[in-house]
Nanobody
Framework: QVQVVESGGGSAQPGGSLRLSCAVS????????MAWYRQPPGKARELVAG???????NYAASAKGRFTISRDHAKNTVDLQMNMLRPEDTAIYYC??????????WGKGILVTVSS
């Protein structure tokens, strides 16, 4: 009964900012790892940023310095603050909640479009 729901997508101009949010329900324990992935048009899905329950983060090279991942106090949400957006950031963004071995749960994805 785990549900993962993304919100906050939309359109922005190059150099602008967007904030994505992900809410996970149906989980009563501290989620070991949460991450944002994206799939640009015609390309494979790729990791953007992730954070484990200890607060350690992992960023794609293209995202580091521009994007920031954060988790709330209850650790049932994860946000992605995206600054200095570029057209190549255009993609469908997916939230991943890793609950354990073979227990990945994914949101349905949310579209981000960056264009001038």
């Amino acid at each position: 009964q785990v549900q993962v729901v993304e919100s906050g997508g939309g359109s922005a101009q190059p150099g602008g900012s967007l904030r994505l949010s992900c809410a996970v329900s149906g989980v009563t324990f501290n989620i070991p790892y949460m991450a944002w992935y994206r799939q640009p048009p015609g390309k494979a899905r790729e990791l953007v940023a992730g954070m484990n329950q200890a607060g350690n983060t992992n960023y794609a090279a293209s995202a580091k310095g521009r994007f920031t991942i954060s988790r709330d106090h209850a650790k049932n949400t994860v946000d992605l603050q995206m600054n200095m957006l570029r057209p190549e950031d255009t993609a469908i963004y997916y939230c991943d909640a890793y609950l354990g071995y073979r227990e990945d749960h994914w949101g349905k994805g949310i579209l981000v479009t960056v264009s001038s």
